[in-house]
């Protein structure tokens, strides 16, 4: 039986808390919860569950949960607001902000490249250590480095752990702060929104334990997954992996992509948002054995990952099951994140179920 499912939402979106409440009966929900963001207002802010594996804490208001790779909107977006603001440009070779990367033919990779997944470092050789991981001084050296594993700006290849390190190094090399830092500064601290990339220790208690059980292991160094839990990987910024937060602050942040953004801040201009709808590549990805279609920093809803009902719905998803999905068209945002991992292909209904309830409210 489905756990209470707390929260608020419009009487037009209600089938997203039902969406919800399935994902518990059907597919073995721990703790999860689900947020819709409709021109310019939280329509829907629900969750239930429990924030822990043995089910003596309760999924409240304000439990956080590690989101995984949908850490990578939230990346994507601060790159994305740097070059509508003219601080950066996504076409500026990395090389010209980061000098060190231009090594071993890496000259002409582009920012645009890295949030692409085209960059041709898709993943550490040789794999990195455990302990390396969390050196970010090493792992940027390592990267500048490393010689192309793939032709830059010609073959995509999934770049999972490896693209929060260029462009987290990018930003700080452009301003002088850590991704986690800038975002804190610019859009979480004076807008109040409860999304971190480095977790403060006061924050620490609200986070939800992560079940990850059913996941295999890593198999492309350090087995990140089981180190989830843990003080370390819950401090550290790893921002295309270690995001914390809620459905509902990650809805508020990527509201910034649509024209009415919930939060007293001006939307993405329309030369960033341009860039966002640009289909970049739309073929085979050989490290996740799928198709993508993909653009400036999101992916693009198509037949292997119908998460929209026009061309201008773009999203990304984090391993075991969160998911982010922006309908530019609609001025829709839905958000969905959850604490007990499956493995990518298992499971993917849960968060596709809430996206296309969102979306049925809408065309309703």
Known sequence: ???????????RFEPVRSALATNFDEDAELGACAAVVHRGRLVCDVWGGS???????????????NLWST???????????LHDRGVLSVDDPIAAHWPEFAAAGKDGVTVRHALTHLA??????PPLEHETMFDWDECCSLLAAQA??????????YHAFTQGFLLGEVVRRVTGQTMGDWIRAELTEPHHIDFHLGV???????IAE???AAMPPSNDGPDRVADVNTARWQTSEFPSSNGHGNARSVAQLLSLLTRHPVIDLDPLGDRALDLVRTVDWDGPDPVTGTNVRMGVGFGHSSRSMPVGVN?????????GGSMAVVDLEQDLVVVYAMNRMFPSTDHVMRSIRVVHAAHAAVRA
């Open 1 to 11: 039986m489905a756990p209470r499912i707390s929260g608020d939402a419009d009487e």
């Open 51 to 65: 924030a822990s594996v043995d089910g003596s804490r309760p999924w409240e208001s304000d439990t956080i949960v």
């Open 71 to 81: 850490t990578k909107t939230v990346a994507a977006l601060v790159v994305l607001l």
């Open 120 to 125: 041709g470092l898709h993943e550490f050789r």
């Open 148 to 157: 192309p594993i793939r032709p830059p700006g010609e073959a995509f290849a």
């Open 200 to 206: 403060p220790e006061s924050v620490r208690p609200r």
């Open 210 to 212: 992560t079940d990850h």
């Open 311 to 319: 061309d201008e719905t773009v999203w990304w998803a984090g391993l």
